[in-house]
């Protein structure tokens, strides 16, 4: 799919017509979104929606992640899982794309299905992008809990959860209730993976922490060290699995040797931190005072 320069064309003729990007502020479901081109290369898209940056794409290489935290996804996941796996991927929270467009091209076998709330920025980021098609990539509209409990058992080997409403992720989709679809559909060796956004207190990443590793017998979590010792707003990613984690011994090298240094936690770890946070429920769920990050049986 080619490429069209900024000022050739309206937006709306541009996502009409399917030619490729053009910079712009573009009405949407959920508000308004804005397309714009990288500064620093001729190839690259900023999206922002609802004046939030979301993605970033580059058009010439797939595996260019601009953004830290995907970058750590990317390496958590090819810890675990061989470039020859028929890796089948879910992804809650769209945007641009930008994930599912990474691991198409690493795992050339996987089949991957992103869903996206937002219709009208679907319709968008396949106008502009050069997004692989079904079977490889399907670009599902709906709720991201609702399409994963619509899903079949044992149909996912990774899920990774993107979604904000925001800065913060809707309750539905971080409590436990949540975790058990989620796990129904992950297989028995799954991975699940998760983006949390927090402020310096970590009151959220801590009782997710506490949620994931409620429900998984292993967990690990990767952030950069001024973001897990509290000193600002950020990502922290967490991921549980029932089979253990972040076995690959290059894996903590590969995160300290990116722009911005991460550190892998381990399972104890995880758990400590998460200690004492209560498990997030679905509202009029479980006992709001229950502490987490316990073993599963």
């Known amino acids: 799919m ?39 290369s001729s190839t690259g898209w900023l999206l922002k929606i609802n004046g939030v940056h979301s993605s970033h794409i580059d058009l010439a290489d797939p595996r260019e992640l601009d953004f830290e935290y995907m970058r750590w996804i990317a390496a958590l996941v090819e810890s675990r899982f061989p470039a020859d796996t028929k890796l089948r991927a879910l992804h809650l929270g769209g945007g641009a794309c930008s994930m599912a467009r990474y691991f198409a091209d690493a795992y050339p076998a996987a089949r991957q299905v992103v869903v996206e709330l937002d219709g009208k920025l679907a319709e968008l ?15 599902r509209v709906g709720e991201a809990r609702e399409v994963t409990e619509s899903l079949s058992t044992d149909s996912r080997d990774l899920i990774i959860r993107d979604v904000f409403a925001g800065d913060q992720t809707p309750v539905p989709l971080t409590s436990a209730e949540f975790l058990v679809h989620a796990k ?12 949390c956004g927090d402020s310096p207190d970590l009151l959220t990443a801590r009782r997710e922490a506490a949620t994931i590793a409620s429900a998984f017998r292993h ?13 600002r707003y950020g990502n922290i990613i967490i991921a549980g699995s029932d089979v253990p984690l972040a076995g690959d011994a290059s894996l903590p090298r590969t995160l300290l040797g990116g722009a911005m240094p991460a550190h892998l936690w381990d399972d104890p770890k995880v758990r400590s931190f998460g200690r004492g ?21």
């Not at 060796?189 to 998760?194: A, P, S």
């Not at 946070?277 to 049986?297: E, K, L, R, Y």
């Open 2 to 40: 080619g490429r069209q320069r900024p000022g050739k064309g309206t937006p709306s003729e541009a996502s009409a017509t399917g030619n490729g990007p053009v910079a712009g502020r573009y009405e949407i479901d959920t508000g308004t979104c804005e397309l714009l081109p990288d500064q620093f």
């Open 125 to 139: 980021v396949r106008g502009w992008f050069d997004l692989p098609r079904a079977p490889l990539m399907r670009l």
């Open 184 to 195: 129904r559909v992950l297989a028995a060796d799954g991975l699940y993976v998760v983006n």
């Open 219 to 231: 967990t690990a979590i990767v952030a950069d060290p001024a973001m897990l010792k509290g000193r």
């Open 277 to 297: 946070s209560a498990v997030i429920h679905d509202p009029g769920m479980g006992d709001a005072g229950s502490s987490g990050a316990q073993q599963p049986t």
